[in-house]
């Protein structure tokens, strides 16, 4: 169980707050923890370390933080529902689930900061319990037919 809420508008909207009052600037991207050595900061025993995380990067003299979020759109919700209606593979507790995704749109559910150091990328992550299962359903749907991957233009959108 995530220990954020269900829209993490709010935690974004304080890091930008937090990192700017630290005189540190933002560099929206998204780090590929999978591509690039990396290490993810551990959030087990405080989710708001965030803030630690920050005073880390400032130390070392990172003047600036990759920032990223991800919020629901209700144009990825219709193609990830009528990806599942329309798969082979996709079972109707797979549909149900997406379906009930649709509270969802318009909140943030992933939020990434990242700073470089000495090679590596530092990594923080924080994700509601529904981005979850919107990346089980979105690789579900990508395995029947190549949702949003082979789709053209999707590259440019993000």
């Given at each position: 169980?995530?220990?954020?809420?269900?829209?993490?508008?709010?935690?974004?909207?304080?890091?930008?707050?937090?990192?700017?009052?630290?005189?540190?600037?933002?560099?929206?991207?998204?780090?590929?923890?999978?591509?690039?050595?990396?290490?993810?900061?551990?959030?087990?025993?405080?989710?708001?370390?965030?803030?630690?995380?920050?005073?880390?990067?400032?130390?070392?003299?990172?003047?600036?933080?990759?920032?990223?979020?991800?919020?629901?759109?209700h144009e990825e919700f219709d193609q990830l529902s009528q990806r599942l209606v329309e798969g082979d593979f996709s079972s109707e507790d797979d549909v149900e689930e997406g379906r009930w995704l649709k509270t969802y749109i318009g909140k943030t559910g992933f939020v990434q900061l990242g700073w470089a150091y000495q090679g590596c990328?530092?990594?923080?992550?924080?994700?509601?319990?529904?981005?979850?299962?919107?990346?089980?359903?979105?690789?579900?749907?990508?395995?029947?037919?190549?949702?949003?991957?082979?789709?053209?233009?999707?590259?440019?959108?993000?």
């Amino acid at each position: 169980m995530s220990p954020h809420p269900d829209d993490l508008t709010g935690l974004k909207d304080d890091m930008t707050a937090f990192i700017e009052g630290l005189g540190m600037r933002r560099f929206f991207g998204y780090v590929e923890c999978d591509e690039v050595p990396s290490v993810l900061w551990d959030t087990e025993h405080n989710p708001d370390g965030w803030k630690d995380f920050v005073e880390l990067a400032k130390a070392t003299g990172a003047s600036f933080l990759t920032m990223h979020s991800w919020t629901l759109e209700h144009e990825e919700f219709d193609q990830l529902s009528q990806r599942l209606v329309e798969g082979d593979f996709s079972s109707e507790d797979d549909v149900e689930e997406g379906r009930w995704l649709k509270t969802y749109i318009g909140k943030t559910g992933f939020v990434q900061l990242g700073w470089a150091y000495q090679g590596c990328m530092f990594v923080f992550e924080a994700g509601t319990e529904w981005y979850g299962h919107y990346q089980h359903l979105r690789e579900l749907s990508d395995d029947a037919g190549g949702f949003m991957i082979d789709e053209p233009g999707s590259d440019e959108e993000r």
